[in-house]
């Protein structure tokens, strides 16, 4: 995983639990003097660890805590690269570029970066079917993501994660619903 979800971690950790908790997971779980760069690649395993290390501080699910991330690292991200962004009208358009638009950018501008394949189905104006796939099986992640692009337009947005990879499908399968400007 490329630095920057890493410097979302951190940012997200250290504003809600302070820098103490940000170096206890670092201690914990990544090498001895580790400093993520945005544009650099670390482990998955680092960010796996540190996300179940959270939950089981907070006595949340995983789940919830990747999906809280997610959320938090929307807005990171369009921080960071606020360009991207200005492609885009509004939610509907945003999420139906996250494959062709948004992710074709970052395999532009980072070194191998390992993405996910996600693609759409627009059914009406207020429902999009949303396709994910990819090894790392990040989807509650990818839920958080879409939760903070809706935040962002000030759109309300349902998921319904109709299947999912961690239950042995290829893909997930999750029905967007969304209502707002
Ligand atoms: C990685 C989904 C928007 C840049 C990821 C991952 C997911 C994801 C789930 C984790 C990797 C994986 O699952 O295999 C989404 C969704 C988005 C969105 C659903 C919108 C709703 C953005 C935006 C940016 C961005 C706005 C800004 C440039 C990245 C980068 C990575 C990434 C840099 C890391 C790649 C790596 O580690 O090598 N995306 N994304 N994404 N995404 Fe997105
Ligand atoms: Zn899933």
Known sequence: MKGIVYRGLEELVIENHGMAAWEALLDKHAPKNRVY????SYPDEELFAMANEV???LNKPLVDVLRVFGEYLFGYLIKK????????????SLILGIDSVIHAEVAKLYNEPNL???SCEQIDDKHILLNYCSVRKLCFCA???IYGAGAHYGMKTQIDHQQCMHDGYEQCRMLLTYEGQ
Request: hydrophobic letters at 40%; glycine letters at 8%; proline letters at 4%.
């Open 143 to 145: 839920e958080g993501l």
């Open 37 to 40: 760069i945005s544009a650099q």
């Open 116 to 118: 996910p394949q996600i």
């Open 55 to 57: 939950a089981s501080i």
């Open 81 to 92: 690269h606020s360009r991207i962004l200005e492609q885009f009208d509004g939610f509907q």
